[in-house]
C-alpha cells in the first residue's frame, strides 16, 4: 500500500470523479482509479493514475477511497461485491443522495468494518477549482481530521459536524434553491428571445440583479428562524407579480408552469390568512411549523 497521507483511491470517473482525480494528480497524490466502464480510466491512466482491474484491487491499494457515484445504491452495487475488503479503510461518499440514505450508507460501510465520511461537492459544474467551489463533509470530526490534508485538493472544505446526513441536508438545501433558478433562467430567456430581443442584452442585467440576493437571503432568513411571517399586502403583491410574469410569457408562447406553481402558493398563503385572521406566510405553508405548534 502507498503512503496513506499521500494516496487515494477514486471509485466513479464520471465528469465529478475525473475532475476530482486530476486535482489529486496535480496535487502530487498517488491515485489508484476504478469504474465500471473501463474505458474511462485511459485517459486518466496516461495522467498518471494506476488502475485497478476490480474493485477489490482498488480498495486494496489505499487507505481512504473516495466515491463519486450517481447516488448511494450504487455504492451497494459496486462496494458490495467487495464487502470483504473493506475492514480497516476509510470511505469518503461524495455521491449525491438524501440525508436519510447517507444515514443508511455510512452504518452500511461501519458494518462492514470500515469508517465513513459523507461529502457534498457544491461546484461550478464539474470545475472544482472554480472559486465559488467546496465540499460540505459530515461525519466523526476526528476522522476528518485525520485525513482533511489528503482530501484538501479537492476544493475548499466546510465540516459541519458528526450528523453523517448533514452535508447532504445542506447540499441538498442549496440544490433545492438552484434547481428552480436554472428552469427560472430558461423562462426567462425564452421569453426574451421569443419577444423578439437578444439574450446577450439581457444578460447583464440579470447578473447585476442576482447582487440583491444575498439580501434578500438574509432578510428572509430572519423572518424564517423566527418561524416565518408575512403580511396580507405583501403575499397580495406577490400573486399579483406571478400574473404579470405568466401574462408575459405565455403572450409568446413560453411555458410558464414555474411560475403557475409559485403563484398557487402565494394564493394559498393568501386563502390560509383569510382564514386564520392573521397572516400565513408560504414558509408556514412548506411544512416548517408544525400545524399545531
Do not use: C
Request: no cysteine; hydrophobic share 45%; net charge negative.
Amino acid at each position: 500500500m502507498s503512503d496513506p497521507r499521500r494516496s487515494v483511491t477514486v471509485i466513479g470517473l464520471g465528469p465529478m470523479g475525473r475532475a476530482m482525480v486530476k486535482a489529486f494528480l496535480k496535487a502530487g497524490v498517488e491515485v489508484t482509479v476504478w469504474n465500471r466502464s473501463p474505458g474511462k480510466a485511459d485517459d486518466l491512466v496516461e495522467l498518471g493514475a494506476a488502475r485497478a482491474a476490480t474493485v477489490a484491487e482498488a480498495l486494496d491499494a489505499n487507505e481512504v477511497a473516495v466515491l463519486s457515484l450517481t447516488h448511494y445504491a450504487a455504492m451497494y452495487d459496486v462496494l458490495g461485491s467487495a464487502a470483504n475488503h473493506l475492514r480497516g479503510k476509510v470511505i469518503a461518499n461524495l455521491s449525491s443522495d438524501s440525508p436519510e440514505k447517507a444515514r443508511q450508507g455510512a452504518a452500511w460501510v461501519r458494518e462492514h468494518g470500515a469508517e465513513f465520511l459523507s461529502g457534498g461537492v457544491m461546484s461550478a459544474g464539474d470545475n472544482i477549482e472554480h472559486p465559488a467551489s467546496y465540499i460540505f463533509y459530515s461525519g466523526p470530526r476526528a476522522l476528518f481530521d485525520a485525513h482533511a490534508e489528503l482530501l484538501r485538493p479537492l476544493s475548499p472544505q466546510e465540516y459541519l459536524g458528526t450528523d453523517d446526513g448533514l452535508a447532504q441536508v445542506f447540499y441538498q438545501g442549496l440544490l433545492t434553491i438552484f434547481h428552480p433558478w436554472l428552469l427560472a433562467f430558461d423562462q426567462a430567456t425564452a421569453m426574451i428571445a421569443r419577444s423578439g430581443h437578444d439574450i446577450a442584452q439581457f444578460v447583464p442585467f440579470a447578473v447585476r440583479s442576482n447582487a440583491a440576493f444575498p439580501y434578500f437571503m438574509e432578510e428572509i432568513s430572519r423572518r424564517n428562524q423566527d418561524g416565518g411571517r408575512a403580511d396580507e399586502a405583501s403575499l397580495k403583491m406577490m400573486d399579483a407579480g406571478a400574473q404579470h410574469i405568466i401574462d408575459a410569457s405565455e403572450e409568446v408562447g413560453v411555458n410558464a408552469v414555474l411560475s403557475h406553481t409559485a403563484q398557487a402558493f402565494w394564493r394559498k398563503a393568501i386563502a390560509a390568512t383569510a382564514a386564520a385572521g392573521t397572516a400565513v406566510s408560504t414558509y408556514e405553508l412548506m411544512g416548517a411549523v408544525p400545524e399545531n405548534a
